[in-house]
């Protein structure tokens, strides 16, 4: 499994890009780099999945390097309702992997105005 | 359409008591997962579902608890003789049967063990 690890936590101010990252050396050949955000008293929310490259959606984009040993999400212009836990997954593809899903601590991100 | 919907959202159970705790999931979903999160810690796997199979409990432990997923109704978390260290937010999510969709997670249960 491959583990991550990402800053505990991080702080910024309203209208600041904001980008966190997270490293992932053992990431394998069939890994997925997937982002969710929690609030405090909410269940953890989909924010962004990728292989490689650059993808972006309405919400965030994430930056994964060549040698996929880390990913960087990317928060454009935060509000204080950015104000969350970010949580950096790295998913397997196959049928052994669909319940691997493995959660860490997160990173707390405290927007202040 | 509905996401996750999980109920009760806050339980009270006093030490020895049985905890139910169920999980709709997405309409169209046939995975399951349930996951305990501990006050300013992430979220623990506990175990995985499918309709009327469980995949992988691994995240579980071997007394007290235990989980279904039936052909029909809500999957069923159900903690035995609940002790205080049951305290915890217990989150369910689900997913269609491709591997690598997002997880789509239920507002938790609340569970207090007085």
């Known amino acids: 499994l491959a583990k991550t690890t990402q800053p505990i936590s991080m702080d910024s101010y309203e209208g600041q890009e904001v980008n966190i990252t997270c490293s992932h050396n053992?990431?394998?050949?069939?890994?997925?780099i997937t982002w969710y955000q929690q609030f405090p008293s909410q269940g953890p929310r989909f924010i962004i999945q990728?292989?490689?490259t650059k993808v972006t959606n309405e919400v965030a984009s994430l930056f994964i390097p060549a040698d996929r040993k880390s990913s960087t999400l990317s928060l454009p212009r935060v509000s204080l309702s950015d104000t969350a836990v970010y949580y950096c997954l790295v998913v397997g593809s196959g049928w052994s992997s669909a319940s691997k899903i493995i959660f860490g601590s997160g990173t707390r991100l405290s927007i202040r105005p | 359409n509905a996401g996750v919907m999980q109920n009760p959202r806050h339980l009270v159970r006093r030490r020895g008591q049985e905890a139910r705790l169920r999980c709709s999931p997405v309409k169209g979903h046939s995975h399951v997962y349930w996951y305990r999160q501990l006050p300013e810690e992430g979220l623990k796997f506990m175990v995985y579902?499918?309709?009327?199979?469980?995949?992988?409990e691994s995240g579980m432990p071997k007394e007290r608890f235990s989980a279904e997923f039936p052909k029909e109704g809500p999957s069923i978390l159900r903690i035995q003789q609940v002790v205080r260290g049951d305290s915890a937010a217990y989150f369910c999510?689900?997913?269609?049967?491709?591997?690598?969709?997002?997880?789509?997670f239920g507002n938790g249960t609340r569970l207090t063990v007085t």
């Open positions: 999510a689900s997913s269609p049967v491709s591997y690598n969709s997002p997880l789509h």
């Open positions: 053992n990431i394998a050949t069939n890994d997925y």
């Open positions: 579902l499918q309709k009327e199979n469980i995949i992988d």
């Open positions: 990728g292989y490689k």
